[in-house]
C-alpha cells in the first residue's frame, strides 16, 4: 500500500465539503433518532428491525460518500461487497447453527 | 521523499546470497517459495514414511503414541499450510506476471515480505520439535484437546502463533496478486481473455483474503483462552468447543479449494498446450471455478456430520455438497473435451495432467460418498477419509503440481529436464500413490480409525496396512527419482529455447529463462491464447478491448531490491516466539514488534528507485 | 485497499459471531445490562463519527492544497480518534470496577439476576449491601467476548490514530505530503472510515441490542 502501485483510476466528480457536512449531519441525527427510540416504550417490538435499518443506512451513508464507492470503479465495490455478504451470511447461518433464532 | 531516515545504502549485489536476500524479483521470489516449499514438503513426507513404517505391521513399537500424535499433526499441518500452498504460491510468483503480461507483481516489496514472512514461520513452527515438542492435537486443533488443562505444553502455542505469522504472509501474497491481476494485466487483455491459471490464482486469492481472517480470529480466541484465561472454549463458564470446529471449518473448507484450484489451473494450461487444441468450454471453466469458490462457503459443517446438529442443517449441509460436485465435474469433462481428438505429445508434464484427472476423479467420487451423512456417519474419522483426503491433495494437487514444476522447467531454468526419467517418475509415482492410498479405502471401510498409533494382528488390518507402507516406499522413491531429475537437469540439461512446447500463453513468448524485466515491450493482447495467435498471424482480426493497464513508458525501470522486507519479518518472528512463550516474554515480543515497525517505516519511506 | 477491509469484514464478521453466537450462554453476570451506559457510547459513538466526516474534510482540503485546513482537520479527526480511545478506556475500566448496591429488602422479582447474586449474601436484618462485581475477560463469556471485539476495535483505531499522525508530521516536510500523493492520504482515509463503519455495527448489536430484553 504504498508508492510501488501506479494503480488505480478513480478521477470522477468527487463530492464538495459541503456535501461532506450534509451527510455528517445526517449521519448524527440518524444516530440520535437511535438513541431516542431506544429509549421510548411504545416501539419496543419494532426495535430490533428500526436499528438495523438505521445503522444500515449509517453504514451505507459512509461507504457511498466518505469512503466514495459511489464513485468508483465497480471493481472495488465488488470486493468490499463479496466480504461483505460472505461475513453476514456466516455470521447468520453460524447464529442459526446455534439455534439463535428459535 | 528525496532524503531517506535510516539513510543505508540500497543493495546493489547483482549475485551470490545478498542478492537472493534482497530481490524483490518476482521470479527470484517464485524460485525460493518453490525450493523451500519443496524441502518443506519432504520433511512433511519423512513425518508420514514413519507414521507408514510404524504401521507396517501390528503392536509395532518404533515410535511412541506421543510422538505419533505428533507426526501426525505435523504431518497435515506441513503438507497444508508449507507444502501445497506454497507450492502454488511459487507458480503464481513464477508465471502470473509472465502470463499477464507484467514486468512485475504490484508491490515486489510486499511479496519479499510474504516469502520471508512464510520461512518464518516455518522454522517458527518446526523449531517445536526441539523446544519441548510439537503441537499433537491434529491439525484442525479441536476445543478442548487444545486447552491448557489437556496440553500445558507449549506445541499448542507454536502452532497458534506460527499460523497466525503464516497467516499474514498468505494475506499479504493474496492482496498482491489480487491487486496485480486487476490492475497489471497488459492492453487488451480482457478478464475473459486472461489465461485458466491467472483466471484461478485470482479465485484462490479472493479465497485466501476472506477465509483467513476467520482462523485469525478462532486462534486468537484459543491464544486467549491459553494465555489469559479467557472462556472462549471452556465448557465450565458455558464455552461451547463446537464454535471452534465451526470457525475452523468456516476457514477449511474454502481452505481446501485454496489448495486444489491453482492445481486446477496448472492442469487447464498443460492440457490444451500438448493436445493443440484451446481449452474446451473456457468460459465454462472459469465459471464453474467461481462457483466452487462461492458454494465452498457453504458447506464446511459436513466436516461436522457427527457432532449432531440436527436434522436440518444436516440435510441442507448435504445437499449443498453434493450440489458442489457438479461444477467439478464440469471442469473434468471439460478437459476431457480438451484431449478429446487433439493430436497428444505424450510429454511428462501431460502424463501428470492426465493422473490428476483420474485419481482427482477418484477422491471426488468417494467425497461425494462422504457427502450422503448418513454414510459419512459410518466413515467420520476412518482410513476412508484419509483415502479421500489423499486422492485429491496428492493425487489432484501434489500430481498437478509435480506435472506443472516439469511443465515450468524449461523456462525457470533455460534447460530442458531429462524426459525419459521424467515419465519414469510419473510411473513411479502413480503406482506408488495408488499401492498408498487406495488400500486406505478398505481398511476405512473395515472400521480402521485414523489417528491410532497401532493395532492389533486379529483385527485383520495388517496385510493392507503392509501393502500400503510398500506404496509409501515406492512413492518416496519417486520423489529421489524427481530430485534427481532436477538437479541434474538443473546443472547439465540441454539448453531450452524460448518455447519449447509451443505455448499458447505469453510467458512463452520470452527468452528461458526470461530477462529480469521480462517483456522489452508490454505486447498487445488480441486474443484468448495470446501467444499462439500470434505466432499463427491471427493478431489483426480484432481490436483490443478494455481492460488492463500497462505501462506506456519505453524505458524500462525495474524496482530496486530493499533490506526492509526481511526486517519486517524477523521482527514478526521475534515477536511471535515471544507470545510463544509469554509472561515476561511479551518484552520480547515488544522488541519484535518494534524492529517490525522500524522496518514498516523505513519500507514506507524508501523510494522504490533511487533518484538518478 | 478494498480488498483489505473486504478481508477485515471477515475479521469483524467472526468476532461479531463469537459474540452473537454466546450471547446469553454466560453463567454468571455481569451481563450486557448490568455494566452498560447508553448515553457515554452515544457520545463516543458520536466523536468517532464526526472524526470520519473531519477525514474527508482534510482530503478535500488536501486536494485543493490548502496545506493549512488539511492539517487542521487531519490532526482533528487523529485527536477524535485519541478521545474515542479514551472514552474505551475509562469503560474498561469502568466494566472492570462494577459495583452494585442491592436492597436487601427489596422482592426478588424486581431484581436482575445480577443483583439477585449479590443479594444472596445479604445478613439477615441487613438493609443493603454493595458488592464490587468486576467485568473482566475472564469473567464469564460476555467478557471474554466483548473485550475481545471491542478491543480489536480499539487496536484498530489506535494503528488509524498513528497511521494519521505520521502522516500529520510528516506533511510538514517539503514535498512529503501533496496532492499529487492524494492517494496515500485517500489510503488511510478509507481505513478511517471503515474502522469507523464497523463501530457503527458494533454500537447497534453489541450495545443498544445488549441491554433490550429479550435479544
Known amino acids: 500500500m504504498t508508492q510501488e502501485s501506479q494503480v488505480i483510476q478513480h478521477e470522477s466528480a468527487h463530492p464538495t465539503p459541503g456535501t461532506y457536512f450534509k451527510v455528517a449531519m445526517a449521519l448524527s441525527a440518524i444516530t440520535a433518532i437511535e438513541v431516542a427510540v431506544f429509549y421510548l416504550e411504545f416501539v419496543r417490538h419494532a426495535i430490533i428491525p428500526i436499528l438495523v435499518l438505521l445503522s444500515g443506512a449509517k453504514f451505507i451513508l459512509v461507504c457511498m460518500y466518505y469512503m466514495h464507492l459511489k464513485f468508483d470503479d465497480r471493481i472495488f465495490s465488488t470486493m468490499f461487497v463479496a466480504g461483505l455478504v460472505t461475513a453476514s451470511g456466516v455470521v447468520m447461518a453460524l447464529m442459526a447453527l446455534f439455534r439463535f433464532f428459535a | 521523499m528525496t532524503t531517506v ?58 515410535v511412541s503414541p506421543e510422538v505419533f500424535n505428533q507426526l501426525f499433526t505435523m504431518h497435515g499441518t506441513t503438507m497444508i499450510f508449507l507444502a501445497v500452498m506454497p507450492l502454488s504460491a511459487a507458480f503464481f510468483n513464477f508465471v502470473i506476471p509472465l502470463q499477464i503480461g507484467a514486468r512485475d507483481v504490484a508491490f515486489p516489496r510486499l511479496n519479499a515480505f510474504s516469502y520471508w514472512t512464510f520461512l518464518g514461520g516455518a522454522i517458527l513452527l518446526n523449531s517445536s520439535w526441539f523446544l519441548g515438542g510439537a503441537t499433537n492435537a491434529g491439525w484442525f486443533g479441536y476445543a478442548p484437546l487444545t486447552s491448557t488443562a489437556q496440553n500445558p505444553g507449549n506445541g499448542i502455542d507454536f502452532w497458534i502463533i506460527s499460523l497466525q505469522v503464516l497467516g499474514v504472509a498468505s494475506l499479504a501474497a493474496a492482496f498482491n496478486f489480487i491487486v496485480t491481476i486487476v490492475n497489471m494485466r497488459a492492453p487488451g487483455m480482457s478478464f475473459m481473455r486472461m489465461p485458466l491459471f491467472t483466471w484461478m490464482t485470482f ?51 474454502p481452505e481446501v479449494y485454496i489448495l486444489i484450484l491453482p492445481a486446477m489451473g496448472i492442469v487447464s494450461e498443460i492440457l490444451p498446450t500438448f493436445a493443440k487444441k484451446p481449452l474446451f468450454g473456457y468460459s465454462t471453466v472459469v465459471l464453474a471455478g467461481a462457483i466452487i469458490a462461492f458454494m465452498g462457503w457453504m458447506v464446511w459443517s459436513h466436516h461436522m456430520f457427527t457432532v449432531g446438529l440436527g436434522p436440518i442443517p444436516t440435510a441442507v449441509f448435504t445437499l449443498t455438497t453434493m450440489a458442489i460436485a457438479v461444477p467439478t465435474g464440469i471442469k473434468i469433462f471439460n478437459w476431457m473435451a480438451t484431449i478429446w481428438g487433439g493430436s497428444m505429445e505424450y510429454k511428462a508434464p501431460l502424463l501428470f495432467a492426465l493422473g490428476f484427472i483420474a485419481l482427482f476423479t477418484i477422491g471426488g467420487i468417494s467425497g461425494i460418498m462422504h457427502a450422503m451423512a448418513s454414510s459419512d456417519a459410518q466413515q467420520q474419522d476412518t482410513y476412508f477419509i484419509v483415502a479421500h483426503i489423499h486422492y485429491v491433495l496428492f493425487g489432484g494437487a501434489i500430481v498437478a503440481v509435480v506435472g506443472g514444476i516439469y511443465y515450468w522447467f524449461p523456462k525457470i531454468t533455460g534447460r ?18 495408488n499401492l498408498v492410498f487406495f488400500p486406505m479405502h478398505f481398511l476405512g471401510l473395515d472400521g480402521m480409525p485414523r489417528r491410532i498409533y497401532t493395532y492389533d494382528a486379529n483385527m485383520g488390518w495388517s496385510l493392507w496396512n503392509g501393502v500400503s507402507t510398500l506404496g509409501a516406499l515406492v512413492l518416496g522413491l519417486s520423489f529421489l527419482i524427481f530430485i534427481y531429475n532436477i538437479v541434474t537437469s538443473w546443472r547439465n540439461g540441454e539448453a531450452a529455447d524460448g518455447d519449447p512446447w509451443d505455448g499458447r500463453t505469453l510467458e512463452w513468448s520470452m527468452s528461458s529463462p526470461p530477462p529480469e524485466y521480462n517483456f522489452a515491450e508490454i505486447p498487445t493482447v488480441y486474443d484468448r491464447d495470446a ?37 519486517v519479518s524477523i521482527g514478526l518472528v521475534i515477536a511471535g516466539f515471544g507470545l510463544v512463550y509469554h509472561g515476561t516474554y511479551f518484552a520480547v515480543a515488544a522488541f519484535g514488534v518494534l524492529i517490525g515497525m522500524i522496518g514498516v517505516y523505513a519500507w514506507s519511506f524508501e523510494p522504490v528507485n533511487d533518484p538518478e | 485497499m478494498w480488498a483489505f477491509l473486504g478481508s477485515d469484514c471477515m475479521f469483524f464478521g467472526s468476532l461479531i459471531a463469537t459474540y452473537l453466537v454466546y450471547k446469553n450462554r454466560s453463567l454468571s453476570g455481569p451481563l450486557p445490562v448490568d455494566v452498560f451506559s447508553i448515553p457515554t457510547t452515544s457520545v463516543s459513538t458520536f466523536v468517532l463519527l464526526m472524526s470520519s466526516m473531519s477525514m474527508v474534510l482534510a482530503y478535500a482540503a488536501l486536494r485543493r ?77 460476555f467478557g471474554s467476548t466483548f473485550f475481545t471485539l471491542t478491543g480489536f476495535h480499539g487496536a484498530h483505531v489506535t494503528l488509524g490514530v498513528v497511521w494519521l499522525l505520521s502522516m500529520f508530521f510528516l506533511s510538514f516536510k517539503k514535498g512529503a505530503v501533496t496532492p499529487e500523493k492524494e492517494l496515500n492520504l ?24 445488549g441491554v433490550f430484553p429479550g435479544f
Not at chain 3, 422482592?107 to 436484618?125: F, K, R, Y
Open chain 2, 531 to 567: 501467444w499462439w495467435a500470434e505466432k499463427r498471424g491471427q493478431v489483426h482480426h480484432g481490436v483490443p478491448v478494455g481492460g488492463g493497464s500497462g505501462e506506456e513508458e519505453h524505458s524500462i525501470h525495474m524496482p530496486q531490491p530493499s533490506y526492509w522486507p526481511i526486517v
Open chain 2, 203 to 253: 479465485i484462490t486469492a479472493i479465497l485466501l483474503v476472506l477465509a483467513f481472517p476467520v482462523i485469525t480470529v478462532a486462534l486468537i480466541e484459543l491464544y486467549f483462552d491459553r494465555t489469559f484465561g479467557m472462556n472462549f472454549f471452556n465448557v465450565a463458564t458455558g464455552g461451547d468447543p463446537v464454535l471452534w470446529q465451526h470457525l475452523f471449518w468456516v476457514f477449511g473448507h
Open chain 3, 186 to 209: 485517500d489510503l488511510a482515509a478509507l481505513y478511517w472510515h471503515f474502522v469507523d463503519i464497523v463501530w457503527i455495527i458494533i454500537f447497534t448489536v453489541v450495545y443498544l441490542f
Open chain 2, 5 to 62: 531516515p535510516f539513510a543505508i545504502p540500497r543493495p546493489t549485489h547483482p549475485t551470490g546470497v545478498w542478492s537472493w536476500i534482497t530481490t524483490i524479483d518476482h521470479k527470484k521470489i517464485g524460485v525460493l517459495y518453490g525450493v523451500t516449499a519443496f524441502v518443506l514438503f519432504i520433511i512433511g513426507g519423512l513425518e508420514a514414511l514413519l507414521m507408514r513404517i510404524q504401521l507396517a505391521g501390528p503392536n509395532q513399537d518404533i
Open chain 3, 65 to 141: 492544497n490548502r496545506m493549512k485546513t488539511f492539517r487542521i482537520w487531519l490532526a482533528s479527526t487523529a485527536l477524535m480518534g485519541m478521545t474515542f480511545l479514551a472514552f474505551q478506556v475509562f469503560e474498561f475500566h469502568a466494566f472492570a470496577n462494577h459495583e452494585v448496591v442491592v436492597d436487601c429488602t427489596a422482592p426478588i422479582g424486581e431484581l436482575t439476576a445480577l443483583e439477585q447474586s449479590v443479594a444472596a449474601d445479604c445478613e439477615p436484618g441487613q438493609h443493603e449491601i454493595e458488592k464490587q462485581v468486576g467485568l473482566t475477560p475472564r469473567t464469564n463469556l
Open chain 2, 416 to 433: 530442458m529436464y531429462n524426459e525419459a526419467i521424467g515419465k519414469l517418475n510419473f510411473w513411479v509415482m502413480f503406482v506408488g500413490m
